[in-house]
């Protein structure tokens, strides 16, 4: 069994056995993979409180032969990210970060980019004035890198480049759909203004240290969230928990989820 030394940032920690904690996480050098850690529910675990989700560390990992679950045999945190875990906004955001990255990339797919696009996004959080406006950028920026960038140059559905009328977003074309092409959408659309488009092509261009410059408020904000929202859960195959739960109406996420015909 041979001992690999990964970078990671703790994407999700579940329960497992009597004292085990199998972990999904994003790492540097590998992509996204499971870890089993032993014994890290025991009270005295070397393990502690490593493996909360959100956590950046430094892993020692055996890798078996024939088996896609690593053994995780020793733990050094890099950050913490605790204020993530303190305000239940902030904990939702960083939530629907991690969340992203777990529905969209695939195993052992390994982007150095990717991983710092993440620990930069809830870096980012911890001094968020606007938590969910900064899981919104971090969103559009993770689309982008995992090959789900929305198409904003041409229509999504048949390619072509002039498109004249309103500006209509299909969570399923993935991009802007020419008139026609939105006409024949299975689901509704969502209207985007001109303030919008610019939002979400600066969104996907900026490197991510500027991206957090960017502001969207208003009727921009309330489209590019509907949009974005719409186009992750088509995306990740299923509804994520919302950005800003406290403030969601069971009514509106009944809304969204029929909008776009996934079931959770
Ligand atoms: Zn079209």
Redesign the pocket.
Known sequence: MPLVKATAIILRSRKWGEADRIVTCYAKNLGKIRGIARGARRQKSRFGAALEPFTVCRLDLFEKTGDTLFRISHVDVISSFHSLREDLDLMAAAARMVNVVSAVTPDGDPDPVLFETLQQGLASLCQSEDPACTALLVQIKLLGLTGFRPQTDH?A????TRMAGALQFSPLAGGL??M??ASRQRTCCVSLSQGSLAFLQQAARLAPQLLMRLRAVGRVRDEVEEAIERYVTVVAGRRLPPTDFLSHAPQSVYQADSSVGVRT
């Open positions: 229509c559905a048949c390619g072509k759909v020419c026609p092409c």
